[in-house]
């Protein structure tokens, strides 16, 4: 159980271009989804809060016009990487937080690559 | 000073050996502690999770946790090369908030 997945896996784009990426929990529903990025040989970096039908937590420092997210229901939470640009290049790593009975903690995605062109 | 400190590595070990990965943490108000392991190009994967001081065993996996030193410890017991990858601790506070994480601690298992 406690089964994330990520669309796509990788993706190159254009600069200029806007690239969407989903984070999916597959076998459970989550209130909470966190995205974060990371960069070769450093950990996680947390983007934002994501909350179901509310406006999302950005951190400091991240620009929330430029990373937009989206949280329409228990299941699925949306990063748009809005006008991407080559120093927007990263692997971009989403969770999801489990609600109720057990124990609750943070199930990660496999990632997504971006490369920006 | 960070937050979590945690050693980056790399760590070399031989196959069958015991490996101790650990991590110091500076706000005595977190309380919940998880190692999550990620291999290269991949998101983590939980390993263990506590919330109280001792330890936690799960298969060849322990987790201690000593909340007076503020410190934590995942043990690899009969390491495998397939263990070979970037161990992270992350802790936070309460149930809902965010996770701290350490810079993570490469282990490299030789055969």
């Known amino acids: 159980g406690a089964v994330v997945s990520q669309h796509p896996s990788w993706v190159i784009c254009k600069s200029g271009t806007s690239v969407k990426i989903e984070c999916r929990s597959l076998?459970?529903?989550?209130?909470?989804m966190f995205w974060y990025r990371q960069f070769p040989k450093q950990s996680l970096m947390l983007m934002a809060t994501?909350?179901?039908?509310?406006?999302?937590?950005?951190e400091q420092g991240v620009e929330k016009d430029k990373f937009l997210i989206n949280h329409a229901s228990l299941t699925l939470s949306t990063l748009t990487v809005t006008s991407a640009h080559p120093e927007d290049s990263s692997f971009y790593i989403c969770?999801?937080?489990?609600?109720?009975?057990?124990?609750?903690?943070?199930?990660f995605g496999p990632g997504t690559r971006l490369l920006v062109l | 000073q960070k937050e979590v400190e945690q050693d980056p590595g790399p760590l070399s070990v031989p196959e069958g050996a015991i490996v101790s990965l650990n991590c110091t943490y500076s706000?005595?108000?977190?309380?919940?502690f998880m190692w999550y392991r990620q291999y290269s190009r991949k998101g983590p994967e939980l390993l263990m999770y506590?919330?109280?001081?001792g330890n936690k065993e799960d298969g060849r996996f322990t987790a201690q946790v000593d909340k007076s030193s503020k410190y934590i410890s995942l043990f690899i017991r009969d390491s495998q090369p397939s263990d070979s990858a970037t161990y992270l601790c992350?802790?936070?506070?309460?149930?809902?908030?965010?996770?701290?994480f350490g810079t993570g601690t490469r282990l490299q298992v030789t055969l």
């Open positions: 969770s999801a937080q489990t609600d109720g009975a057990y124990q609750e903690t943070q199930y």
């Open positions: 076998d459970f529903q989550a209130t909470t």
């Open positions: 994501s909350n179901e039908g509310s406006k999302a937590t950005y």
């Open positions: 706000n005595s108000a977190f309380q919940y």
């Open positions: 506590t919330y109280s001081s």
């Open positions: 992350a802790m936070r506070i309460g149930t809902a908030s965010k996770l701290t």
